[in-house]
């Protein structure tokens, strides 16, 4: 066995992709929609909502941006909450196969959605979540095609992985510019001896 190296200040311990992210509202004219990048930023000629830094952001996004563009206008000129937008982003990538993400910790080399754990009871029990799903069901039925818009179990599951696992994406300055869900870095804050399982 290697001897591990102390890890210094400033050490990269972890890197990976969002398995779903966004930018946040309040920034979707100043940042890119697919690499988060500011400056001169070009508008989405679909949906006049997402913007990106050029055409390489547009097209690499285009595979993820085509269901959002859709609804997007047909909600036009009406402000749907960022929470709604990323459970949007996740129901589609579940239901078009990108539920999948490599990750070394598990035994099969894969980490999914799924295994995230959805922390129904804390959920059910807690009025203000239960609130704000509510909401966020009446925004996504409006918002969402209706073959795409799930069961009432599997939204709170959704809700639930997606209230304790969100982590925000900060910028050099430390600003939060977005939202996303990391399947790796998810498991950070779980025991060791669960990590001995996989």
């Known amino acids: 066995m ?4 102390p890890l210094t200040k400033g050490s990269l311990i972890l890197q990976e992709k969002p398995f779903a992210y966004i930018v946040k509202s309040k920034f979707i004219k100043e940042r890119c929609d697919f690499c988060l990048g500011s400056g001169k930023l070009l508008k989405c000629g679909g949906c006049n909502f997402t913007h990106y830094c050029g055409v390489l952001c547009q097209r690499d996004a285009w595979a993820e941006h085509k269901y959002e563009c859709l609804c997007m206008k047909k909600i036009a000129g009406r402000v749907i909450p960022d929470a709604a937008r990323m459970m949007a982003k996740i129901i589609w990538k579940l239901q078009y196969g990108g539920y999948l993400q490599k990750f070394y910790y598990s035994r099969n080399g894969y980490r999914k959605f799924n295994d995230l754990m959805p922390h129904l009871e804390n959920v059910k029990w807690d009025e203000k979540r239960m609130e704000h799903l509510q909401s966020l069901q009446c925004v996504l039925k409006e918002y969402l095609a209706p073959e795409h818009f799930p069961n009432s179990t599997e939204l709170l599951g959704i809700y639930g ?3 304790i696992n969100s982590f925000n994406i900060l ?3 430390l ?3 977005g939202t996303g869900i990391y399947l790796a870095a998810s498991i950070l804050d779980h025991s060791c001896k669960v990590l001995k399982k996989f």
């Not at 290697?2 to 190296?5: E, I, L, T, V």
């Open 171 to 173: 910028d050099d300055d």
């Open 175 to 177: 600003n939060s510019v």
């Open 2 to 5: 290697s001897k591990q190296q």
């Open 161 to 163: 992985r997606l209230c």
